[in-house]
Nanobody, 115 residues
Framework: VQLVESGGGLVEPGGSLRLSCAAS????????MSWYRQAPGKERELVAS????????KYADSVKGRFTIYRVNNKNTMYLQMNSLKSEDTAVYYC?????????WGQGTQVTVSS
């Protein structure tokens, strides 16, 4: 199982980024997927999750209305569209799934929101 995040970077407050998570080594289209983030000195927190078919999405209160999680199953890829970014969104963002009872994480991608 491999999860590879990309799309992070430095963006000004109010800006946008789109993160990608490329998945391989398991049946992506049969798995729920999630995005987590971890800011310096803080615990890792759930940002958003999506069911296997993409019809059910959940968001942390802090990102509702600004972030959108979606997936393209025939590309084995999940995305996180982040709009109206704030300095408090600065963190390393991780892709996550559970396959055959084992939890898998990507290596993370850094998002920095700063002027």
């Amino acid at each position: 199982v491999q999860l590879v995040e990309s799309g992070g970077g430095l963006v000004e407050p109010g800006g946008s980024l789109r993160l990608s998570c490329a998945a391989s080594g398991f049946s992506f289209s049969r798995c729920a997927m999630s995005w987590y983030r971890q800011a310096p000195g803080k615990e890792r927190e759930l940002v958003a999750s999506i069911n296997w078919v993409g019809t059910s999405r959940k968001y942390a209160d802090s990102v509702k209305g600004r972030f959108t999680i979606y997936r393209v199953n025939n590309k084995n890829t999940m995305y996180l569209q982040m709009n109206s970014l704030k300095s408090e969104d600065t963190a390393v963002y991780y892709c996550n799934t559970t396959w055959l009872t084992t939890i898998y994480w990507g290596q993370g991608t850094q998002v920095t929101v700063s002027s």
